[in-house]
């Protein structure tokens, strides 16, 4: 399942790219001033359920309507009546992700994101002695957001965005104790580099 969600990320940007490039008008070919860098906050509220995390990413503009990045994932959960009443799981979360953003407009985009993430897990159940586990997870996180200040000629802006956890992996940090999905609330900034004019209007 890692290597088919993968797989499937990058074939959903590459389809993408297809289909919207017709519209481009400029020669196709690498340019470094459509290389940005950014990062984002991720706070997630359920039942039961916090995440807080830090996520900087590194990418580049295929054309106005398509961002890809490489990204790094930091995060701390907490769970409480997880198994049983009054117990806890804690929960620090580490790893690489990818992830493609579509803008059908230049205020508004679609997002999908593969992340594979090495879990340090502590069970903590009154009574009874701390349970250390390590482990590791695949997500498949997709939803939308707004990006503010997303003009033409602008290097930079701050966005927000909404995203959920479709993928079937048990030990998901996305899922709530019934493991089911929990929305995940991001903020962040996203910065052009090399004197990038972002081509950002439509």
Request: net charge positive.
């Amino acid at each position: 399942m890692k290597i088919k969600n993968f797989v499937f990320t990058a074939l959903f940007a590459a389809i993408s790219f297809a289909a919207l490039a017709q519209d481009e008008e400029e020669k196709a070919g690498f340019k470094k001033e459509n290389l940005f860098t950014g990062g984002n906050l991720t706070l997630q509220f359920g039942n039961r359920i916090t995440t807080l995390g830090l996520s900087p990413y590194f990418g580049y503009s295929v054309n106005k309507f398509i961002d890809v990045a490489a990204s790094l994932n930091f995060n701390y959960t907490s769970q409480r009546d997880y198994a049983v009443m009054d117990d806890k799981v804690r929960q620090t979360i580490y790893g690489p992700g990818t992830f493609v953003r579509l803008y059908p407009v230049k205020f508004l985009f679609a997002q999908a994101q593969y992340e594979f993430n090495f879990i340090k897990q502590r069970y903590i159940q009154p009574g009874y002695p701390d349970q250390k586990e390590t482990f590791d997870a695949h997500s498949f996180l997709i939803g939308g957001g707004y990006a503010g200040g997303r003009e033409q000629g602008s290097n930079s802006f701050y966005y927000f965005s909404v995203l959920w956890d479709i993928g079937k992996n048990q030990y998901s940090p996305y899922k709530d104790y019934l493991r089911r999905a929990v929305p995940i609330f991001r903020a962040g900034y996203n910065v052009g580099l090399f004197q990038g004019k972002r081509r950002g209007g439509n």
